[in-house]
């Protein structure tokens, strides 16, 4: 008969230890892959590869098509408001320039969710600024738009309202309470260095209009709720007017005013993705001015879903209520210009400096 040799277990005292040692070796390491792989993704990989120009005006098509200037306070604000419209022109040919008045550097949500980091810096809202920068320029190539077609002035989000207010002249400049800087940072901005002022803001856009040549400007509405909409509204028409006066042939009869942010809650309404819903104007505003509704092709709803969606800080905080702007028709209000200038709306009764 053949003797088997017998092998004891090893005594508990020596195996439970090792085992919970094990455990927890393998728990950490699980957990340390998952914040990996969780800040990874939130690094949104794709904007690494993501080039933004240098703040140069690109030359105007000489083709004899629409030549479409957005100004925009913030990265985000042309897509949710204007996308269809973008991608429709330069499928046909025309000329799209975004020109953002800040880099959306002062967005507190997306700033703890990019960064995980529950305490705010100054650097840390500085990157943000670039990060938005990356999303504008992605989301303007899903609507066929080159990185040359966007301009970053790199003024103070959150800020632009005191500009026009309290800070116009460039030797009282504004300090942005995110960023801690008192002059464009960035190094994509079109003038880095410039003060944070009113007039700078001004000097820029009066710049860009008779560089650029636009055959109509999108301007946010006055009634907006967004104090830096309000400001880019003031700012945008008093551009106009600047470069009507100095250049009549330089400067654009066509204005439209594009509003984000409504008194009425909610709005757009019903929230949420609808592709074939129409966009209705507030009805706290309908009768107030003249508005038109450009009603948009299917692949062009769809484009501007893509492009808003590029917006990767802002869709996975708000995601729901931006989709909302993927609709059938996007809407404008009309802004009558003529020899005078432009019919004033000012938002608040404002003048530089008034406050």
Not at 153 to 165: R, S
Not at 190 to 195: K, Q, T
Not at 265 to 275: A, C, K, Q, Y
Not at 287 to 316: C, G, N
Request: one cysteine or more.
């Amino acid at each position: 008969m053949r003797r088997v040799a017998h092998v004891s277990p090893l005594p508990r005292r020596v195996t439970r230890p090792f085992l919970a040692h094990r455990r927890l070796v393998l728990a950490l390491v699980a957990f340390a892959v998952l914040v990996g792989v969780t800040y990874t993704y939130l690094q949104a990989p794709i904007l690494w590869f993501v080039h933004v120009g240098h703040g140069a005006v690109p030359t105007p098509s000489e083709s004899g098509g629409e030549r479409l200037l957005i100004i925009a306070p913030h990265p985000d604000d042309d897509v949710l408001s204007l996308g269809g419209t973008m991608a429709v022109t330069a499928k046909s040919g025309g000329s799209i320039l975004v020109v953002y008045l800040t880099s959306g550097d002062a967005n507190r949500a997306g700033e703890r969710l990019i960064t995980m980091v529950p305490f705010l810096s100054a650097s840390a809202f500085r990157a943000l600024g670039g990060r938005r920068e990356k999303e504008a320029v992605l989301a303007l190539s899903r609507l066929g738009i080159s990185a040359e077609n966007a301009l970053f002035l790199n003024y103070p989000d959150q800020g632009l309202m005191d500009l026009v207010t309290a800070h116009w002249a460039s030797d009282t400049p504004y300090r942005s309470r995110y960023t801690a800087e008192e002059a464009t940072y960035s190094r994509t901005a079109y003038r880095r260095g410039a003060a944070y002022s009113g007039e700078n803001v001004l000097a820029d856009l009066v710049d860009i209009i008779g560089q650029y040549r636009p055959t109509k400007v999108f301007v946010p509405h006055p009634s907006d709720t967004h104090p830096d909409h309000g400001a880019g509204y003031f700012l945008g028409t008093l551009a106009v007017e600047t470069a009507l006066a100095r250049d009549p042939s330089a400067a654009p009869y066509e204005v439209r005013c594009y509003l984000t942010h409504s008194m009425e809650r909610p709005w757009p309404s019903p929230r949420g993705v609808g592709l074939q819903r129409e966009m209705e104007v507030p009805r706290t505003i309908l009768k107030l001015d003249s508005w038109e509704s450009t009603p948009l092709p299917p692949w062009s709803v769809r484009a501007k879903l893509a492009a808003i969606r590029s917006h990767f800080s802002q869709w996975w905080t708000s995601g729901r209520t931006l989709a909302t702007f993927a609709r059938a028709n996007e809407i404008c209000m009309v802004v009558r210009v003529d020899a005078t200038g432009i019919v004033p709306h000012w938002p608040f009764g404002l003048v530089p400096g008034s406050l």
